[in-house]
């Protein structure tokens, strides 16, 4: 069977659905998904995690160079994506980036994105400064608006938790009851019949002791 398939079957049908670009537009957008977003923040979470900081730093690197690279794809999406080649050659860059024997992310970082970022340092403090300032402005000038819409949020979300597990609990909580009925009944009956059992008793008890208490006297 193996001999039939061959061990590089899978391999051969995957670079061939890459390589139709006009057969496999989903499939190709899902590898530069899973590629460029899913395993690398796998990756970071599990750098975190193991407190690794040699790998800390790798993602640090790439994340920072997948950053620059997602403001530059939405400027000029309408300028290259009309090419039918064109999320092959971003798949490729995101696996470029990543691979420990090209390390394209430490190589774009250091040669490009760092000089850049050390020459107009100065001024990117300040509209950083700015923006996290107005930001906290219009929160705070909107806040009960904010506030309403997390209420409304929270009720939807809440809504939905209802109708996912509402439909199994009315039944169980209807066979509960009715479980717990029968159960109630009977305890209260076998309580009451103590109940009279232990008055019966105390009564038969009196009775003992006027007998007891009457026959010498006689």
Known sequence: MASLFGSNLPTEVGLKLLLAPLDSNIVIRTACCSVGIALPVYSTFKAIETKDQNEQQKWLLYWAVYGSFSVVEVFADKLISWSPLYYHMKLAFLIWLQL?????????????????????????????????????????????????????????????????NGSDQPATTQERRAIAGPRDHVESSDSVDATHGSAAANADDDDDDEYVSVSPSS
């Open 100 to 164: 420990p024997t090209t390390n394209g992310a430490k190589q774009l970082y250091t040669n490009h994105l760092r000089p850049f970022f050390l020459r107009h340092q100065a001024r990117l403090d300040q509209i950083t400064g700015w923006f996290y300032s107005e930001a906290g402005k219009f929160i705070s000038a909107h806040q009960a608006e904010f506030q309403f819409m997390k209420t409304v949020v929270m009720k939807i979300l809440t809504s939905v938790k209802q109708l996912v």
